[in-house]
């Protein structure tokens, strides 16, 4: 399976919710730099932070389009993210269940079959002030 193939596979679990789906496409090392926060090392520290996701979000992805390069390890992903904040987490504003619609890209590593690197950017300031 392509590079590319693994991460169009990786957003599809995402978007049905297949959380085991989308922690089998990743490595036991898998490196997670968010938006925000600490560098999350390991598929343990991954998987709890899609356990939080669930709890806290529910969202979909739309508008997906993928770029690749001469490096074919090497993915990028820009798309539209629609959610709901279902539940509060620290620092951040009371959720109600207010709804969000927000620009996102994620730049993504496959190596031997794997996603060994998640990288996402969206815009925190525009999240808050469409829940808050």
């Given at each position: 399976?392509?590079?590319?193939?693994?991460?169009?596979?990786?957003?599809?679990?995402?978007?049905?919710?297949?959380?085991q789906?989308?922690?089998?496409?990743?490595?036991?090392?898998?490196q997670?730099?968010?938006?925000?926060?600490?560098?999350?090392?390991?598929?343990?520290?991954?998987?709890?932070?899609?356990?939080?996701?669930?709890?806290?979000?529910?969202?979909?992805?739309?508008?997906?389009?993928?770029?690749?390069?001469?490096?074919?390890?090497?993915?990028?992903?820009?798309?539209?993210?629609?959610?709901?904040?279902?539940?509060?987490?620290?620092?951040?504003?009371?959720?109600?269940?207010?709804?969000?619609?927000?620009?996102?890209?994620?730049?993504?590593v496959?190596?031997?079959?794997?996603?060994?690197?998640?990288?996402?950017?969206?815009?925190?300031?525009?999240?808050?002030?469409?829940?808050?």
């Open positions: 399976m392509t590079s590319l193939n693994i991460v169009k596979q990786y957003y599809a679990h995402f978007n049905s919710q297949n959380w789906g989308m922690l089998n496409l990743v490595s036991d090392d898998i997670h730099f968010p938006n925000e926060g600490e560098l999350r090392s390991g598929k343990a520290l991954f998987t709890k932070f899609l356990e939080s996701m669930d709890t806290a979000y529910e969202e979909q992805l739309s508008e997906m389009t993928f770029y690749t390069s001469d490096d074919e390890t090497k993915i990028a992903a820009q798309f539209t993210v629609s959610g709901i904040y279902k539940i509060a987490e620290e620092g951040f504003p009371e959720a109600h269940g207010q709804k969000y619609v927000l620009p996102a890209a994620a730049f993504l496959v190596e031997d079959q794997q996603i060994t690197s998640v990288t996402t950017y969206y815009n925190l300031q525009q999240w808050i002030k469409l829940v808050s």
